[in-house]
């Protein structure tokens, strides 16, 4: 069974995470992060975890106040999926750094990251889900490639 959960302040992040849950099906649950604690993470085998950015690198609040439950939660075994929302146009200094953040918090845990994603059609500077040049998960932009957003979606899908 896949979890996957997402703080969104403003429903874009929501929204992806709608569309992933439509493509999983029966095989996945959607909960919003606002709702969760520690069990809820260790309920899952594989966790899909969506955050937007906000402030210059901020977490999306919900996930800022939740952190401490995902840190605490044991996700020996399990995969862990990320996707960000950002705008790489205002914020190219800091597009999708929140989507970095979740990673840094579970990246020292016993789960298995998976779902990197290539930098390729993005224009930015820096960004703390960068590594090896590479997203880190799924990056997204509504505000300024919503067009892209569906089928950038199905690919990463597709490889996960
Ligand atoms: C005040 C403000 C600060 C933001 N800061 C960042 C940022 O540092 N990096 C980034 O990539 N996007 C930033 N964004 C863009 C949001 O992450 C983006 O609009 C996102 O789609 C919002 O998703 P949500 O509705 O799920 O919260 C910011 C937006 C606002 C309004």
Known sequence: MTGIIYGSSMGNTEAAARIIKDKLGDGAEIIDVASVSAKDFERFDMLILGTSTWGVGDLQDDWEEKLPELQKADLSGKKIAFFGLGDQQMYGDSYVDA???LYEAVADSAAVCIGAWPTEGYDFTVSKAVINDKFIGL????DN???????RI??????L
């Not at 199905?154 to 490889?159: A, L, T, V």
């Open 99 to 101: 989507m970095g953040l």
């Open 145 to 151: 490639q919503s067009d892209l957003t569906e089928s």
């Open 139 to 142: 990056a997204l932009d509504e």
């Open 154 to 159: 199905s690919e990463w899908m597709e490889g």
